[in-house]
């Protein structure tokens, strides 16, 4: 699989790719990534729905709540 290191997570309009750092990405967007929770450390390969699972603590996604957001991280 041909991938390269995603600049600018932001441009996707998905707010809780801020909180994680993308290691690698696919070329031409979409699909799955390679990321690390910036609160955990917690390496995973997967698309939005599980950084969206990790970081909100929604079961049944295969993805570990993290241990370390909390919801005050994201209200303004």
Not at 28 to 54: L, Q
Request: with cysteine; proline share 4%; net charge positive.
């Amino acid at each position: 699989m041909s991938s390269k290191k995603l600049l600018n997570p932001s441009k996707d309009d998905k707010p809780l790719w801020l909180h994680v750092e993308v290691l690698d990405a696919p070329i031409g967007g979409g699909g799955n990534r390679k990321w690390r929770c910036r609160y955990c450390n917690k390496i995973v390969t997967g698309s939005y729905s599980k950084v969206r699972a990790h970081l909100l603590k929604i079961s049944n996604m295969g993805v570990e709540a993290c241990k370390g957001f909390q919801m005050m991280f994201i209200v303004k």
